[in-house]
T-cell receptor, first 112, second 115 residues
Framework: NAGVTQTPKFRILKIGQSMTLQCTQD?????MYWYRQDPGMGLKLIYY???????DKGEVPNGYNVSRSTTEDFPLRLELAAPSQTSVYFC???????????FGAGTRLSVL | KQEVTQIPAALSVPEGENLVLNCSFT??????LQWFRQDPGKGLTSLLL?????REQTSGRLNASLDKSSGRSTLYIAASQPGDSATYLC??????????????FGKGTKLSVIP
């Protein structure tokens, strides 16, 4: 049972490069979330989705974009990477019946 | 805006001790509160979920309490073991103001249990 799968696990980017962080879930959950966690800090919400075709901004959306064309996938796009985007990124899902979020293992991103 | 504070930031205890981790939040209008465990380099694992109408939840050696009116929650770990060493995060689920409920996280308490 894979749950929430994030790829890649690690990535180093140069300033100005772009990349997409992938998140796939096999739990048929409607809700999906992207968080970032800076060292010694709690998680901050970047974007979230309540279902396919519906996305909305969280607390720190600047510099990121998302799409949700299917229930399973919720990719996070960085268009022009900046050092401030160096962080660990977590994807999470939530079903309707139980109000518990399930997290992926994270993507560690360094922008140099 | 909801803010979540966790005290202490780090805690070191000898194996076998009982311990309490604290979480406070500024807006008492919450939907529920979750405690997570995070191991180094790993994702988050949900430990306990307390609904706003509940006072406590128990799972094995873990007991979480909630006092919504005072904006406080505690996570009690009985008979601590070295395997309990991890960072524990408290997260409050409340209305973001846009009609959707979102989790607000504390910075966590890093627990070390010494054999």
């Amino acid at each position: 049972n894979a749950g929430v799968t994030q790829t890649p696990k690690f990535r180093i980017l140069k300033i100005g490069q772009s990349m997409t962080l992938q998140c796939t879930q096999d739990m048929n959950h409607n809700y999906m979330y992207w968080y970032r966690q800076d060292p010694g800090m709690g998680l901050k919400l970047i974007y979230y989705s309540v279902g396919a075709g519906i996305t909305d901004k969280g607390e720190v959306p600047n510099g990121y974009n998302v799409s949700r064309s299917t229930t399973e996938d919720f990719p996070l796009r960085l268009e022009l990477a900046a050092p401030s985007q160096t962080s660990v990124y977590f994807c999470a899902t939530r079903g309707i019946a139980k109000n518990i979020q399930y997290f992926g293992a994270g993507t560690r991103l360094s922008v140099l | 805006k909801q803010e979540v504070t966790q005290i202490p930031a780090a805690l070191s205890v000898p194996e076998g001790e009982n311990l309490v981790l604290n979480c406070s939040f500024t807006d008492s209008a919450i939907y529920n509160l979750q405690w997570f465990r995070q191991d180094p380099g790993k994702g988050l694992t949900s430990l306990l979920l307390i609904q706003s109408s509940q006072r406590e939840q128990t799972s094995g050696r873990l007991n979480a309490s909630l006092d919504k009116s005072s904006g406080r929650s505690t996570l009690y770990i009985a008979a601590s073991q070295p395997g309990d060493s991890a960072t524990y995060l408290c997260a409050v689920n409340s209305d973001s103001g846009a009609g959707s409920y979102q989790l607000t996280f504390g910075k966590g308490t890093k627990l070390s249990v010494i054999p």
